[in-house]
């Protein structure tokens, strides 16, 4: 930062003209995070879904476009979340990139609601929330929206934590997943979806890493994001998602 400050000028004069330069492409936002330590990174892209931050993974980063006009600390935290060395370091760096808030040009896709024959179903599922939240969370999760979803066809299930914006959390669940595999297998993406809700709640990150296994286990079911059912390969090795959103896929 020093390198910054030329002999002769106001101090807060200079702080004014380096703040108000705001990258306005991947390009200037890639040399932003530069000067600010990333090295790992070879190119930068600009992303518009609403679901993910923050990724990166084969010398690509993939940032979400509300990031451009992110406050130093919060670009500070990208830099941390990619180069941090220590899993507590790159934990706090996660927490401050998810608390900024972003604007996308895009409208928020409209929410999809249950339809009518379904509610039913999305009942029984509000029931065993409550069941199973007062049976392996200490009854301390919040209530959350129950949708089932007739559009989800390769997904069983999933979890999307709330906005800043007062969009609520839900979790929604394919209903052409329960007409295949029954009840069993639903309740228990159920539970996999809820204990993805724990991690939000607590402040941890939404994915299926090692706090994700750890409480899986707690609660029984199996600590992976896909089991049997999975027909998708698996993401490559070393990239890594931040999002608001975890899906089981089948
Ligand atoms: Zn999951």
Redesign the pocket.
Known sequence: MTRLFRAGRDRAQLELGFTAAAPRDADELLARLRQLGLTRIKRCRLTRNRNVMVSFGGGELRVHEGYLNAPESVLRAIVTFVEGRTRAERRAAQRVIIAHPIRSSRPPARRQRTHDEDLEIAEKLRAWHERYNTRHFHGRLKQVQLRVSRRMKSRLGHYTAGTPGGEPAEIAISRAHLKKHGWEETLHTLL??MV?QWQDETGHTID?GRT?RAKAREVGIAPY?RRVLATRPGRAEGSQTLGRR???DG
């Open positions: 996999h979806e993805h299926h994700f994001a975890a899906a089981r």
